[in-house]
Nanobody, 127 residues
Framework: QVQLVESGGGLVQAGGSLRLACAASGRAVSTYAMGWFRQAPGKERDFVAH????????YYADSVKGRFSLSRDNAKNTIYLQMNSLKPDDTAVYYC????????????????????WGQGTQVTVSS
């Protein structure tokens, strides 16, 4: 079983950047396909991005495509979400998640397909 801890959230002005990290322990992060989701107050948890086990392919929600970039460093057992050109609508708690139940690009945006979740990190973008 893997444990996930997110970091890197904070308060940033619109147009700014943040880099979130998700550190894994207990098992190698290379064992899992990984995703990021976010949840704003009063809203459902929404898919943000997904990266395959070998890091060869990434998938993004339309709302973040071209602004966010997901990468993984298996040697550091960590994945990163680089967020640029942030907007107030990006304000949310961001969660990373791990799964062994997603192959390729199938169902990457389905939270129910992920088995392990971090505690979340708050991102607030001011206008």
């Amino acid at each position: 079983q893997v444990q996930l801890v997110e970091s890197g959230g904070g308060l940033v002005q619109a147009g700014g950047s943040l880099r979130l990290a998700c550190a894994a322990s207990g098992r190698a992060v290379s064992t899992y396909a990984m995703g990021w989701f976010r949840q704003a107050p009063g809203k459902e948890r929404d898919f943000v991005a997904h990266i395959t086990r070998n890091g060869g392919t990434t998938y993004y929600a339309d709302s973040v495509k071209g602004r966010f970039s997901l990468s993984r460093d298996n040697a550091k057992n960590t994945i990163y979400l680089q967020m640029n050109s942030l907007k107030p609508d990006d304000t949310a708690v961001y969660y990373c998640a791990a799964t062994n139940r997603i192959n390729g690009g199938d169902n990457v945006n389905s939270a129910g397909r992920y088995d392990y979740w971090g505690q979340g990190t708050q991102v607030t973008v001011s206008s």
